[in-house]
């Protein structure tokens, strides 16, 4: 076990109250590809603007809807592992835990996370464009977005650039970061606010830093220690076992 390993294991087995966030690189070793990582990220043939925002919808709202067609029938195939099943366990030995994931793919529901908040939605919900009514799918995956009852076409129930939160969440986050012990960090570039500021918050507000990434990132040194490697294999090392 390397000392960085060594020192989180100390930090999470002294944990009561957890907050996990974690991004794209949680869901890697589950087959899902990143957005940023060469050479097979989600965008590496588009603009992003087209795929991840309510500008590109409106001039090719074919173009999103197939994107993340294809992203969902990916996703449908993809199952936790180990890394999502160890914070499933950490769960249930700690006075409070939550996950805090800008993931849309379900998967640590899947593992059995209970408290989990998706701050970016969810790829298998729907909702309309215009009015933002719910929309109840699922929906033939072919290139036409259909529509809702109002008229408006269907979009994917996730957050794209520019969008607001949902402020519940934010809420939640914002609890949940102000009385934790311990914020582990797990596979987002860090990129990408409001999620990239949670790190700041919680070390701000007194808690122990952890950081699980191959690579680092801006977020590194804000982190009271990194541990390089991917969340398949490291996170069943750092949560604690007994006690
Ligand atoms: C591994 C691994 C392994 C590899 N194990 N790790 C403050 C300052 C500046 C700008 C802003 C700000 N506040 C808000 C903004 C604007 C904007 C923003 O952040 N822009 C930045 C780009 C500068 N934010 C917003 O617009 C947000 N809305 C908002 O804040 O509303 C209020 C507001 C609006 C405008 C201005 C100001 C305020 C909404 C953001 C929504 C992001 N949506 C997306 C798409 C979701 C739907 C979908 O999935 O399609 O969310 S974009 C995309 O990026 C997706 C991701 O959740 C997000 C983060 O990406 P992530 O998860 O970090 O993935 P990658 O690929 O970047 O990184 C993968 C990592 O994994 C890497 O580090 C690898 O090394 C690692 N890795 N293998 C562990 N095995």
Known sequence: MTSALRTAVEFARAARRVVVTTGAGMSKESGI???????NALWANYNVEDLATRGGFRR????????????????????P?????????????CDSFVVLTQNIDGLHAAAGSKNVVELHGNI??????DRGHDVE?????????????????????????GESLDPAHLETA???????????VVGTSGL?????????????????????????????????VFVPG??????PELVPQTG
């Open 124 to 129: 298998f919900r729907y909702t309309c464009f």
């Open 33 to 39: 590809p990143t957005f940023r990582d060469a050479p």
């Open 174 to 184: 914002d609890a949940a970061l102000s009385s934790c012990d311990v914020l582990v």
């Open 230 to 235: 991917g969340a398949r294999t490291i996170l």
């Open 60 to 79: 090719d709202p074919a173009l999103v809807w197939r994107w993340y067609a294809e992203r969902r029938t990916m996703i449908a195939a993809a199952r």
């Open 137 to 161: 799918g699922p929906f033939p995956q072919d290139a036409t977005p259909p529509r809702c009852a109002c008229g408006s076409l269907v979009r994917p129930a996730v957050v794209w650039f």
């Open 192 to 224: 990408v606010y409001p999620a990239a500021g949670f790190a700041l918050t919680a070390r701000e507000r007194g808690a122990r830093v952890i950081e699980v990434n191959p690579e680092q990132t801006p977020l590194t040194e804000i982190a009271d």
């Open 81 to 93: 592992h180990e890394g999502h099943i160890a914070l499933a366990r950490w769960e249930e030995r």
